[in-house]
């Protein structure tokens, strides 16, 4: 009984083989038949969408850029043969998923001339360039690429209603906006991939271009040129806040505050030294 169970499953098997040999032969046969019995060649295409500026070898290395098989009849005459062609290169321009890679796609980081305008991230935004001292501006430690706060330096008005028992604080600086993008220092903008910053050493560090919306713009010229317009350097993870707006009048300094005593709280736990 155990031997006739045996047969039975072996000839399942064998059954399940043949079957699978029959659709693998169709399948093929399918194809042989779509692409007219056409050869297949080699060519290299874009995996997925690499950006205009992508420097040759960081798109072989992250397969970006990667083998694959098309009837040779519709192999481009000029695609690449080898990745050594994209060697100290950039991409021109940007290459969708599954293009083939021809021989122009990439091209020496000298030709690849990238306007001042192409680097501005969103169509509907632009640049507005703001001057800054080093006090004013961070220290002059600012680089492209960072993001900063805003300050500016607001005189009450009698709508502010300074209670009578307080001082009127004179100019009292309040936030003009967060996280402003930084896309340029002097002559030097935020690099793009395959890009390298400039060795001119003589760029002004104050001199800062700014990628905003059209209706910042006014703002920020107004802070600028009530000459109080004030940076603070954010991290790349800092996330906009509501922050409580500075009296115009008041009678304690937050260090005389109980609740406030530190600029990190009551104690100074969370602070730098803690």
């Given amino acids: 009984m155990s031997s006739r169970r045996t047969l039975i499953l072996v000839g399942a098997i064998l059954i399940g083989v043949i ?56 192999r481009p005459a000029t695609a690449i043969t080898t990745t050594d062609q994209l060697d100290k290169k950039v991409a021109l321009f940007d290459i969708p998923k599954n293009s083939v890679i021809i021989t ?11 306007s001042f305008r192409d680097r501005i991230t969103r169509r509907t935004w632009v640049a507005v360039t703001i001057s800054v001292d080093s006090v004013h501006g961070v220290g002059g430690f600012l680089v492209p690429g960072d993001e900063v706060n805003m300050t500016v330096d607001l005189t009450p008005t009698a709508a502010d209603q300074v209670p009578s028992n307080q001082h009127a604080a004179g100019k009292v ?22 890009e390298t910053a400039s060795t001119d050493t003589t760029q002004s560090s104050g001199m800062l271009t700014l990628e905003v919306p059209p209706a910042a713009v006014p703002w920020i010229e107004w802070g600028f040129e009530g000459g109080s317009l004030y940076l603070s350097l954010v991290t790349k993870d800092y996330v906009p806040t509501n922050v409580p707006k500075m009296p115009y009048g008041f009678t304690d300094m937050p260090g005389q505050t109980p609740n406030q005593l530190t600029p990190y709280g009551p104690t100074p736990n969370g602070g730098p030294s803690s």
């Fill in 19 to 74: 079957a699978a040999l029959l659709i693998y032969n169709y399948v093929q046969g399918i194809n042989r038949r779509a692409n007219n019995n056409a050869k297949l060649v080699t060519v290299y295409v874009a995996k997925s969408d690499i950006a205009k500026g992508t420097a040759g070898e960081t798109a072989v290395s992250s397969k970006a850029i990667d083998t694959a098989q098309i009837p040779q009849q519709i």
């Fill in 173 to 194: 600086p309040q936030y003009l906006y967060q996280k402003v993008f930084i896309l340029a220092v002097g002559s030097q903008p935020a690099l793009q991939p395959g």
């Fill in 104 to 114: 122009g796609m990439f091209v020496d980081p000298a030709t690849a001339q990238i």
